[in-house]
Antibody, heavy 117, light 110 residues
Framework: QVQLQQWGAGLLKPSETLSLTCAVHGGSFSGYSWSWIRQPPGKGLEWIGEINYSGSADYNPSLKSRVTISGDTSKNQFSLNLSSVTAADTALYYC????????????WGQGTMVTVS | QSALTQPASVSGSPGQSITISCTGTSSDVGGYNFVSWYQQHPGKAPKLMIF???NRPSGVSSRFSGSTSGNTASLTISGLQAEDEADYYCSSYTTRNTLVFGGGTKLTVL
């Protein structure tokens, strides 16, 4: 059974770069696309971006200038970098798998709370 | 990109049916059959309930169904149960090859 395990720094200062990594366990990185999503406390979900197995990425236009998503097929991992963070970037960050190729996110990581203060 | 529009809250009694709407544009909901619905209980990660408008992943109850009409997608839950009380989010693929979520709907089972 495929599981996603994510980790990264949970407390950042304004202007620093947020870095999170998500590892794919029990399945292959190849053949799927992989997303990052965030959820500010008490608020809804926001899609950050997605990378496919060939390394091509797409981003939320509102975050595109600050976001980089990269993948490492040899390690079955993908990562999120978000630069120049502010308090508005405080959120629970999730990684997830697009299982169908139509942005249906069928497997989610446990979430990582990132606070900018 | 603007979030899809969902009602903030809906409620229903056990055994009843409820429908949650999700309104977008012709650039997302109305343009593709790539609408998904997620259930999120407090403190938990979202769970995929419906994908590609009206398909259920393995293990999801047949009480959950989806549909679209024009730029509006709908999630219907029949035979409402206490365990269905949660937040529900729709999402759609967009013309910009991106994903957009709805604002979320809190379902209360009375």
């Amino acid at each position: 059974q495929v599981q996603l395990q994510q980790w990264g720094a949970g407390l950042l200062k304004p202007s620093e770069t947020l870095s999170l990594t998500c590892a794919v366990h029990g399945g292959s990185f190849s053949g799927y696309s992989w997303s990052w999503i965030r959820q500010p406390p008490g608020k809804g979900l926001e899609w950050i971006g997605e990378i496919n197995y060939s390394g091509s990425a797409d981003y939320n236009p509102s975050l595109k200038s600050r976001v980089t998503i990269s993948g490492d097929t040899s390690k079955n991992q993908f990562s999120l970098n978000l630069s120049s963070v502010t308090a508005a970037d405080t959120a629970l960050y999730y990684c997830a798998r697009d299982g169908s190729g139509s942005f249906a996110l069928d497997i989610w990581g446990q979430g990582t709370m990132v606070t900018v203060s | 990109q603007s979030a899809l529009t969902q009602p903030a809250s809906v409620s229903g009694s056990p055994g009843q049916s409820i429908t949650i709407s999700c309104t977008g544009t012709s650039s997302d909901v109305g343009g593709y059959n790539f609408v998904s619905w997620y259930q999120q209980h407090p403190g938990k990660a979202p769970k995929l309930m419906i994908f590609d408008v009206n398909n259920r992943p393995s293990g999801v109850s047949s009480r959950f169904s989806g549909s679209t009409s024009g730029n509006t997608a709908s999630l219907t839950i029949s035979g409402l149960q206490a365990e269905d009380e949660a937040d529900y989010y729709c999402s759609s693929y967009t013309t910009r090859n991106t994903l957009v979520f709805g604002g979320g709907t809190k379902l209360t089972v009375l």
